[in-house]
Protein backbone atom coordinates (compact mmCIF):
# COMPACT_ATOMS: atom_id res chain seq x y z
CA UNK A 1 0.00 0.00 0.00
CA UNK A 2 1.37 3.08 -0.91
CA UNK A 3 1.76 6.01 2.18
CA UNK A 4 -1.12 8.28 2.55
CA UNK A 5 -0.24 12.38 2.75
CA UNK A 6 -3.14 13.35 5.10
CA UNK A 7 -4.71 16.76 4.27
CA UNK A 8 -6.54 17.75 7.55
CA UNK A 9 -5.04 18.24 11.08
CA UNK A 10 -4.83 14.77 12.67
CA UNK A 11 -7.30 13.95 15.48
CA UNK A 12 -9.60 16.06 13.57
CA UNK A 13 -13.14 14.60 12.66
CA UNK A 14 -11.97 15.51 9.02
CA UNK A 15 -9.07 13.43 9.53
CA UNK A 16 -10.71 10.12 10.47
CA UNK A 17 -13.63 10.53 7.76
CA UNK A 18 -10.64 11.31 5.51
CA UNK A 19 -8.84 8.79 6.35
CA UNK A 20 -11.38 5.85 6.23
CA UNK A 21 -11.74 6.80 2.84
CA UNK A 22 -8.17 6.98 1.55
CA UNK A 23 -7.61 3.52 3.17
CA UNK A 24 -10.44 2.26 0.91
CA UNK A 25 -9.05 4.07 -2.16
CA UNK A 26 -5.39 2.78 -1.52
CA UNK A 27 -6.06 -0.89 -1.53
CA UNK A 28 -9.12 -1.05 -4.61
CA UNK A 29 -6.36 1.15 -5.94
CA UNK A 30 -3.55 -0.93 -5.29
CA UNK A 31 -5.74 -4.43 -6.47
CA UNK A 32 -5.73 -5.61 -2.74
CA UNK A 33 -7.42 -9.38 -3.53
CA UNK A 34 -11.15 -9.49 -2.48
CA UNK A 35 -11.22 -12.07 0.04
CA UNK A 36 -13.69 -11.85 3.48
CA UNK A 37 -11.19 -9.59 5.26
CA UNK A 38 -11.77 -6.57 3.27
CA UNK A 39 -14.47 -5.94 5.91
CA UNK A 40 -11.72 -3.80 8.09
CA UNK A 41 -10.94 -1.29 5.28
CA UNK A 42 -14.84 -1.50 4.49
CA UNK A 43 -16.46 -0.63 7.41
CA UNK A 44 -15.69 3.05 9.70
CA UNK A 45 -13.74 2.36 12.12
CA UNK A 46 -14.84 3.67 15.83
CA UNK A 47 -12.97 7.41 14.93
CA UNK A 48 -14.67 7.68 11.61
CA UNK A 49 -17.97 6.55 12.91
CA UNK A 50 -18.24 8.63 15.42
CA UNK A 51 -17.01 11.56 13.08
CA UNK A 52 -19.79 10.65 10.82
CA UNK A 53 -22.21 11.23 13.71
CA UNK A 54 -20.99 14.51 14.68
CA UNK A 55 -21.04 15.34 10.80
CA UNK A 56 -24.48 14.23 10.26
CA UNK A 57 -25.96 16.75 13.02
CA UNK A 58 -24.61 20.20 10.42
CA UNK A 59 -24.54 17.78 7.11
CA UNK A 60 -27.07 15.48 7.37
CA UNK A 61 -27.79 15.28 3.50
CA UNK A 62 -23.81 14.54 2.80
CA UNK A 63 -23.39 11.59 5.51
CA UNK A 64 -26.48 10.29 4.22
CA UNK A 65 -25.24 10.29 1.32
CA UNK A 66 -21.70 8.22 2.52
CA UNK A 67 -23.72 6.17 4.85
CA UNK A 68 -26.01 4.98 1.62
CA UNK A 69 -22.93 4.17 -0.07
CA UNK A 70 -21.90 2.25 2.63
CA UNK A 71 -25.37 0.36 2.82
CA UNK A 72 -25.00 -0.58 -0.78
CA UNK A 73 -21.29 -2.04 -0.52
CA UNK A 74 -22.45 -4.15 2.77
CA UNK A 75 -24.96 -5.81 0.38
CA UNK A 76 -22.58 -6.72 -2.33
CA UNK A 77 -19.99 -7.66 0.52
CA UNK A 78 -22.74 -9.85 2.27
CA UNK A 79 -23.72 -11.25 -1.36
CA UNK A 80 -19.78 -11.69 -2.14
CA UNK A 81 -19.76 -14.19 1.76
CA UNK A 82 -22.93 -16.01 0.42
CA UNK A 83 -21.36 -16.87 -3.05
CA UNK A 84 -17.38 -15.86 -3.41
CA UNK A 85 -17.47 -15.47 -7.53
CA UNK A 86 -15.85 -13.09 -10.09
CA UNK A 87 -19.00 -11.19 -10.40
CA UNK A 88 -19.27 -10.99 -6.75
CA UNK A 89 -15.92 -9.82 -6.34
CA UNK A 90 -16.14 -7.15 -8.88
CA UNK A 91 -19.66 -6.04 -7.79
CA UNK A 92 -17.62 -5.84 -4.23
CA UNK A 93 -14.78 -4.13 -5.93
CA UNK A 94 -17.03 -1.28 -7.41
CA UNK A 95 -19.12 -1.13 -4.33
CA UNK A 96 -15.73 -0.18 -2.87
CA UNK A 97 -14.55 2.47 -5.17
CA UNK A 98 -17.69 3.75 -4.91
CA UNK A 99 -17.72 4.37 -1.30
CA UNK A 100 -14.25 5.99 -0.71
CA UNK A 101 -15.06 8.32 -3.62
CA UNK A 102 -17.84 9.60 -1.89
CA UNK A 103 -16.14 9.48 1.35
CA UNK A 104 -13.30 11.18 -0.32
CA UNK A 105 -15.39 14.26 -1.91
CA UNK A 106 -17.71 14.64 0.71
CA UNK A 107 -14.82 15.22 3.28
CA UNK A 108 -13.59 17.55 0.80
CA UNK A 109 -17.27 19.18 0.77
CA UNK A 110 -17.13 19.49 4.53
CA UNK A 111 -13.72 21.24 4.85
CA UNK A 112 -14.72 23.72 2.53
CA UNK A 113 -17.21 24.60 5.06
CA UNK A 114 -15.74 23.99 8.35
CA UNK A 115 -12.80 26.25 7.39
CA UNK A 116 -12.62 29.16 9.24
CA UNK A 117 -12.52 32.41 7.51
CA UNK A 118 -8.82 34.22 7.62
CA UNK A 119 -9.55 36.59 10.47
CA UNK A 120 -8.99 40.31 9.37
CA UNK A 121 -5.57 41.55 10.22
CA UNK A 122 -4.93 45.32 11.19
CA UNK A 123 -1.88 46.31 8.62
CA UNK A 124 0.02 47.60 11.19
CA UNK A 125 0.06 43.42 12.68
CA UNK A 126 0.28 42.07 8.90
CA UNK A 127 3.87 43.76 8.32
CA UNK A 128 4.93 42.78 11.53
CA UNK A 129 4.11 39.09 10.91
CA UNK A 130 5.84 39.28 7.62
CA UNK A 131 8.90 40.61 9.57
CA UNK A 132 8.82 37.79 11.83
CA UNK A 133 7.62 35.27 8.97
CA UNK A 134 10.65 36.03 7.50
CA UNK A 135 13.16 36.13 10.32
CA UNK A 136 11.90 32.31 11.06
CA UNK A 137 12.40 31.71 7.39
CA UNK A 138 16.23 32.82 7.48
CA UNK A 139 16.17 30.24 10.58
CA UNK A 140 16.07 32.58 13.54
CA UNK A 141 14.83 30.51 16.75
CA UNK A 142 12.07 31.64 18.72
CA UNK A 143 13.55 33.06 21.46
CA UNK A 144 16.26 35.26 19.15
CA UNK A 145 12.85 36.15 16.94
CA UNK A 146 11.90 37.34 20.49
CA UNK A 147 14.31 39.05 21.68
CA UNK A 148 14.91 41.26 18.07
CA UNK A 149 11.29 41.80 17.94
CA UNK A 150 11.83 43.72 21.40
CA UNK A 151 14.40 45.70 20.23
CA UNK A 152 12.89 46.11 16.33
CA UNK A 153 9.81 47.86 18.79
CA UNK A 154 11.87 49.67 21.21
CA UNK A 155 13.94 51.63 17.90
CA UNK A 156 11.04 52.23 16.08
CA UNK A 157 9.60 56.15 16.64
CA UNK A 158 6.60 55.94 13.53
CA UNK A 159 3.83 53.33 14.01
CA UNK A 160 5.66 51.44 16.66
CA UNK A 161 4.45 47.71 16.85
CA UNK A 162 2.92 45.82 19.70
CA UNK A 163 5.06 43.66 22.46
CA UNK A 164 3.78 40.33 22.30
CA UNK A 165 5.26 37.15 23.51
CA UNK A 166 6.81 33.91 22.28
CA UNK A 167 3.83 31.70 21.73
CA UNK A 168 2.04 34.74 20.21
CA UNK A 169 4.98 34.90 17.81
CA UNK A 170 4.50 31.24 17.11
CA UNK A 171 0.96 32.07 16.31
CA UNK A 172 1.47 35.61 14.78
CA UNK A 173 3.77 33.45 11.76
CA UNK A 174 1.10 30.62 11.57
CA UNK A 175 -1.30 33.44 10.53
CA UNK A 176 0.87 35.26 8.23
CA UNK A 177 0.95 31.48 6.27
CA UNK A 178 -2.10 30.66 6.26
CA UNK A 179 -3.38 34.35 4.76
CA UNK A 180 -0.77 34.27 2.30
CA UNK A 181 -1.10 30.67 1.60
CA UNK A 182 2.82 29.87 2.20
CA UNK A 183 4.18 26.53 3.10
CA UNK A 184 4.71 25.55 6.64
CA UNK A 185 8.21 26.64 7.99
CA UNK A 186 10.25 23.63 9.57
CA UNK A 187 10.33 23.04 13.33
Not at 65 to 84: K, M, T
Not at 85 to 114: P, V, W, Y
Amino acid sequence: MRELQFPYEYGSDLHWLWGWGARLEAAVLDDLPISRHVWFLLYPDRNAKDAMARFSIKYPLIIKQVQDCLDFADRRYDEFRAEDTEDTQANLADAMFSLCGRILSCSKIIAEHETPATPPVAPSNDARDKWLYENRKKGMGWQSLEIALRKKITSQKKHPWEPIGMSAIRQAVDRYIARHNLPPLPQ
